[in-house]
Nanobody, 121 residues
Framework: QVQLVESGGGSVQPGGSLRLSCTPSGTWHSISVTGWYRQAPGKQREWVATFLSGGETRYAYSVKGRFTISRDSAKNTVYLQMNSLKFEDTAVYYC???????????????WGQGTQVTVSS
């Protein structure tokens, strides 16, 4: 089975920065951490950033220019660097992966446990 271990969340002031990390653990035949999502209080989970298979990145308009997604291939770890944080960025942030792992005979999607990011003065 696959677990996604997240870290890096916390409380920051507006304009501050945080870097989130997502590292898979468990066993798999093939895995790819595809991106980050977030869920603010009272709202649905929304897509934030994606690291495409070809290495290109895509961002939600609300975070473009402020957030950067990157990866360490040797560790299968994906990061989300968040700069110039705003009140509106307050949410639980989740990473997502697709993996082919026993006992499944097909690729499935996996979610991390989430890490809280709070932006307040």
């Amino acid at each position: 089975q696959v677990q996604l271990v997240e870290s890096g969340g916390g409380s920051v002031q507006p304009g501050g920065s945080l870097r989130l990390s997502c590292t898979p653990s468990g066993t798999w035949h093939s895995i790819s951490v595809t991106g980050w999502y977030r869920q603010a209080p009272g709202k649905q989970r929304e897509w934030v950033a994606t690291f495409l298979s070809g290495g290109e990145t895509r961002y939600a308009y609300s975070v473009k220019g402020r957030f950067t997604i990157s990866r360490d291939s040797a560790k299968n770890t994906v990061y989300l660097q968040m700069n110039s944080l705003k009140f509106e960025d307050t949410a639980v942030y989740y990473c997502n992966a697709v993996a082919w792992a026993p006992p499944s005979s097909d690729y499935q999607t996996y979610w991390g446990q989430g890490t809280q990011v709070t932006v307040s003065s």
